[in-house]
């Protein structure tokens, strides 16, 4: 049985602060130290920006959570410092099974594509990617970053201002006030600095209960993700299974609504069903138990004068498709770099609206498919029913049906269309990296593309001159010169050129495209430059 | 002579399964049965190819593989 859960991270250390005659104002205040706040907190860290991140709790999270990291957020982590661990203690998978009634209809394999430096997913325990980055949060203390995590420091008050924020803490001994210029909330689905703030989270409500538990047996299932529709060991409802490290199984099993929760969750009552799912011989223990229901919904803004709202406390999705801290990612991915240039004088507080519009396109993009896929699971109605058996009965024969199939549609970053920060494209390149789109990755000859991109704003320039450094109103670009000929698989003209025969891309510190051209023009990608940082 | 597509060949296929849901919002199990009727007609005369609508006849019955 794994601990690591149950071993104080960051426990509570008394703070000068708290015996400060005046109240102290930091640079910026993270609340929840989550996997959303602590990268939020790393990214800003790693930008010399001086966060505090303040959590109720002194540990990292109980029971797996959140389980299945998708290749996007693995390029974020990778840039934060803590992608390397994710991939080789987490397990990867590419292939799965679905089931219906009794009989198997159909296997898959994701057909990853190759040349990308992540695979499409790994899964691992939430609470070692939390682990992981806590460790990443320490590295970066022994380099002198302005980082800490304070334990058991619990926010009980908040006055939102137009120029900076307060709050008061509860902690084991005390209670302190502490201002900041600006306070990310990652406090989670239930986000108490929500409620505390009186903002709304209206959205749809989903009638059902999850069991989840994590259980450890030594069995001999691959590592694929298998679904259930209407098995016989969970009649009507739904199931699935899925490979954590350490010999950790996941299994999530529908049990609908009118429940009681706290039964349901007894040993005495989990141990028969999981019995009837794996077998009587397959021998197992329980880690971690968990009743769950869902609510798809997101707050009408995440940013709140000096308070931004990331992660599931702005927005809730279904746990079909691995839409929850996949997305949460790129919500912090999307921010920090914004706030540091406001926060430097080099862009206007406005250019935070985009956070807004960006991240809200994408959540609700990831309410839809989430939604689309719990209605599939858990039809709605008597001929939602009828029409979702057909698809499935159908899809054993014939591989039409596959594609309607929707056992979660698993986590993909989303595109920036319309985005004010974006130029109008003028490149005839591939649709994939258009203006708004997350940088797909490619292998060139000395190493992978992403790295070369991160954390900066880039001209990438692909066979076309330009100038190495573009210095524009505080925002500076430097050039990434590739060529066709440090393209050994030809992915880089097939991800970023098609048809044309040189491009040159203006990217985001996100690593979003945000302009791109056959060729170099001053005046074109200065204009550019502006627009996307808020200045036109 | 033209056979049945029994490959995916529905360009943003759960946009299209979302629609046909929501066609049968707020409809009664009756209603619902007689606009699936109507469906199968309606998209039998766009087929019109009797070959091809004998293949799917056979098909929806599951007697058959592709």
Redesign the interface.
């Known amino acids: 049985m794994n601990q690591v859960f149950e071993t104080p991270m960051y426990p509570y250390v008394r703070q000068a602060d708290q015996d400060a005659a005046t109240t102290t104002r930091h640079q910026v205040i993270v609340v929840g130290a989550g996997p959303i706040g602590l990268a939020a907190a790393i990214d800003l860290a790693q930008q010399g920006i001086e966060v505090v991140v303040l959590d109720d709790n002194d540990r990292v999270s109980t029971g797996s959570r959140a389980i299945c990291f998708a290749k996007r957020p693995l390029e974020i982590l990778d840039r934060l410092g803590c992608s390397a661990a994710m991939v080789e203690k987490g397990v990867q998978w590419n292939k799965g099974k679905v089931f219906f009634d009794e009989r198997q209809v159909y296997d898959f394999d994701l057909q990853e594509e190759d040349g990308h430096a992540f695979p499409a997913f790994v899964n691992l325990q939430q609470y070692y990617l939390e682990q992981f980055l806590v460790d990443r949060v320490r590295e970066l203390q022994a380099e002198g970053a302005p980082i800490e995590i304070r334990g058991r420091n619990k926010v009980s008050a908040v006055g939102s201002h137009p120029d900076h924020v307060t709050i008061e803490i509860d902690t084991p001994e005390d209670s302190y006030n502490l201002h900041a210029d600006w306070l990310i909330a990652c406090d989670g689905a239930t986000s108490p600095m929500r409620v505390m703030l009186g903002k709304d989270f209206v959205g749809r409500v989903f009638e059902d209960n999850f069991l989840i538990a994590d259980v450890v047996m030594e069995a001999d299932f691959p590592s694929e993700r298998w679904f259930w529709f209407d098995p016989p060991f969970n009649k009507g409802q739904s199931a699935l299974l899925h490979k954590q490290p350490d010999g950790v199984w996941r299994i999530d099993l529908q049990l609908g609504w009118g429940v009681d929760a706290e039964t349901e969750k007894r040993p005495e009552n989990v141990i028969p069903r999981l019995k009837e799912m794996l077998g009587d011989d397959v021998k197992f223990e329980l880690e971690w138990v968990s009743i769950y229901t869902f609510q798809c919904r997101r707050m009408e803004q995440f940013r709140h004068e000096r308070v931004i709202f990331a992660g599931d406390s702005a927005h809730q999705v279904s746990p079909f498709g691995a839409r929850g801290a996949n997305s949460g990612f790129q919500d912090t991915d999307n921010l920090c770099w914004k706030l540091k240039l406001v926060m430097d004088g080099n862009a206007p507080e406005s250019l935070l609206d985009s956070y807004d519009s960006e991240r809200i396109l994408a959540a609700d993009e990831n309410i839809l498919?989430s939604s689309?896929s719990t209605?599939?699971i858990t039809p709605k109605?008597?001929?939602?029913r009828v029409?979702r058996d057909a698809?499935l009965?159908?899809s054993?024969?014939?591989?039409?049906a596959?594609?309607?199939v929707?056992s979660g549609?698993l986590s993909v970053p989303c595109t920036y269309d319309g985005s004010s920060l974006n130029s109008a494209d003028a490149l005839n390149g591939p649709d994939r990296s258009r203006p708004g789109s997350p940088c797909p990755d490619a292998p060139l000859s000395d190493g992978f593309l992403l790295p070369k991109l991160a954390g900066k704003f880039t001209l990438l320039t692909i066979d076309a001159d330009a100038p190495d450094v573009i210095e524009e109103d505080g925002i500076t670009v430097t050039r990434l010169a590739l060529s066709l000929k440090n393209d050994p698989t030809l992915a880089l003209k097939d991800r970023y050129l098609g048809e044309a025969t040189s491009g040159v891309y203006l990217i985001r510190p996100d690593q979003h495209v945000a302009a791109r051209r056959p060729s170099f023009d001053d005046k074109l990608f200065r204009a550019a430059i502006r627009r996307a940082t808020g200045k036109e | 002579m033209s056979d049945l597509t029994l490959t995916p060949n529905i360009d943003g296929a759960d946009d299209f399964y979302a629609e046909l849901l929501a066609t049968h919002d707020g409809l009664s199990r009756e209603e619902s049965d007689a606009l699936n009727a109507r469906l199968v007609l309606v998209l039998s005369n766009h087929i019109g190819d009797r070959t091809v609508l004998a293949q799917a006849l056979a098909a929806a019955t599951l007697k058959i593989s592709a």
């Open positions: 498919n689309r209605d599939f109605s008597g001929m939602s029409l698809v009965d159908l054993e024969k014939f591989e039409f596959r594609p309607l929707n549609r």
